[in-house]
C-alpha cells in the first residue's frame, strides 16, 4: 500500500494519520517458528536483520502478517547510516552490527491474524485489530494513529527531532489495496544555496551534449568545502542547455579544486569514491566554482566527516546573487530535537 505527496496535512479527508517512519518497508510473515521478513520490492530481509527473527517469534502472534517498518535508532533518535550498513556482503558484519545496535520493528498494518485476512477490512477494523494485537514491546512497536489534523499537523513538527520522516494518511473505510498509491503522505522539505562544484555527463549521450547531474558543495566551520549530494531533475532540453551553460566552466575547472589532488586527502567527503556500493570511482568533471543553486531537500544523513543530502535534490533557483564561499553548512535546519523513546513505548498515542 503505498502514498502519494500531498503540501500539507488535509483536514475534512477522513483520514487516520500516522507518523511516517523513515527505515526499510517491511512486511512481516509469522507461521509458528517461520519468519520471513519481506522487503517492499519482494525481496527477503532476513539475512540482514537475524535478530529480527528472534524479536518477531517472541513479540509476536504465532500466525500473522503486518506491514511496518524497520528502524534502526541511536541516541535517543532513528539513524539511517547505521540501518543502511545493514545491507552488507559479509554475514559476519552483519551478525556484528546486529548485536551492537539491534533493530525495532514498527507495525503500523494488520494484513493477515490466524486464519483471518484483513485486506477487505476498512482501515479502522485493521487498527483496531492491530491495538489488541500489537502492543509497545522491546523491540515490536506499534505506530502512533490520530483522527485529528491537528495532533498530525503537531507530530509533523515535533517527531522530526526523533529521525522520523512526515506524516501518512491512511483512508478510514477504505480496505489495504497493495501497489496503488491510497494513502497521502506530508514529508519536510527545506532549501539550501549550494555551490556547484562538478557535474556529470548523461548517460547514453554522447559526453559534452547533455548533463545528467550537478554536483553540490557545502562549506564547513573551518572553510573546507565536502561534496553534499547532487540535482538532476531536469527535462532533456534543459540537460543540453545546462551542457551548453556550463562548458564554459569547465576550462580550468581542475586548479586548485578542493575535491582533487593533495586538498582531496583531507578526510572530507569526495564525489565519485568507492565504497560499498560501488566498486570503482564514478566519473566526474571539475568546474570553476562560480554558480550558486538553491535546492529543495528532505534529509540529511551523516555527520562524518559532514552531512550530506540523502536523496538527489530538486532544483529551485539559480543564485546569482550568492558568492559560492558563503554557501555553508550553518544554513541547514536541525530540527528540535524530540525523545523518540516517548513514541516507541507509547506515551504518544
Known amino acids: 500500500m503505498l502514498a502519494s505527496p500531498v503540501d500539507g496535512v488535509p483536514e475534512g479527508a477522513d483520514l487516520m494519520f ?3 517512519w523513515d527505515g526499510f518497508r517491511c512486511l512481516v510473515f509469522r507461521d509458528g517458528d517461520e519468519v520471513v521478513l519481506q522487503s517492499r520490492s519482494g525481496k527477503p530481509l532476513n539475512r540482514y536483520f537475524p535478530e529480527a527473527e528472534e524479536y518477531v517469534r517472541a513479540e509476536c502472534p504465532d500466525r500473522v502478517v503486518l506491514d511496518g517498518e524497520l528502524v534502526v535508532d541511536r541516541d535517543g533518535r ?33 494484513l493477515a491474524s490466524g486464519d483471518r485476512s484483513l485486506l477487505d477490512e476498512p482501515g479502522r477494523v485493521r487498527r483496531q485489530a492491530l491495538v489488541e494485537l500489537v502492543g509497545a514491546g522491546e ?64 548517460t547514453n549521450t554522447e559526453p559534452g551534449t547533455a548533463v545528467g547531474s550537478l554536483l553540490l558543495g557545502l562549506i564547513d566551520a573551518n572553510g573546507v568545502m565536502h561534496h553534499a549530494g547532487v540535482v538532476g531533475s531536469f527535462t532533456a532540453a534543459r540537460r543540453r542547455e545546462l551542457a551548453e551553460e556550463f562548458s564554459p566552466l569547465l576550462d580550468r575547472g581542475e586548479l586548485d579544486h578542493p575535491w582533487l589532488g593533495d586538498q582531496a586527502g583531507d578526510g572530507r567527503r569526495l564525489p ?46 539559480w543564485r546569482p546573487d550568492r558568492d559560492p564561499d558563503s554557501c555553508r553548512y550553518d544554513q541547514l535546519d536541525e530540527p528540535t530535537r524530540f525523545d523518540l523513546g516517548a513514541i516507541l513505548t507509547g506515551e504518544v498515542r
Not at 273 to 297: F, I
Not at 302 to 309: E, I, L, Q
Open 18 to 20: 500516522e507518523p511516517k
Open 78 to 110: 532513528l539513524d539511517w547510516d547505521a540501518l543502511g550498513e545493514r545491507v552488507h556482503p559479509a554475514a559476519s558484519r552483519v551478525r556484528k552490527l546486529a548485536a551492537e545496535n539491534p533493530s525495532r520493528f514498527i507495525a503500523f498494518d494488520l
Open 139 to 202: 523491540r515490536v512497536h506499534r505506530t502512533p494513529s490520530t483522527q485529528d489534523p491537528a495532533v498530525a499537523r503537531e507530530w509533523f513538527t515535533l517527531f522530526e527531532g526523533a529521525g522520523l520522516d512526515g506524516i501518512i494518511g491512511k483512508p478510514l473505510d477504505g480496505p489495504y489495496t497493495p501497489n496503488k498509491r491510497t494513502m497521502v503522505k506530508v514529508k519536510h522539505s527545506r532549501t539550501a544555496d549550494c555551490v556547484v562544484a562538478g557535474l556529470r555527463w548523461h
Open 272 to 317: 565519485g569514491a568507492v565504497n560499498r556500493w560501488r566498486s570503482a570511482e564514478a566519473t566526474w568533471l571539475p568546474l570553476r566554482r562560480e554558480r550558486v543553486v538553491e535546492v529543495a531537500y528532505d534529509h540529511t544523513e551523516g555527520a562524518n566527516p559532514a552531512p550530506r543530502f540523502r536523496h538527489t535534490t530538486q532544483f529551485v533557483r
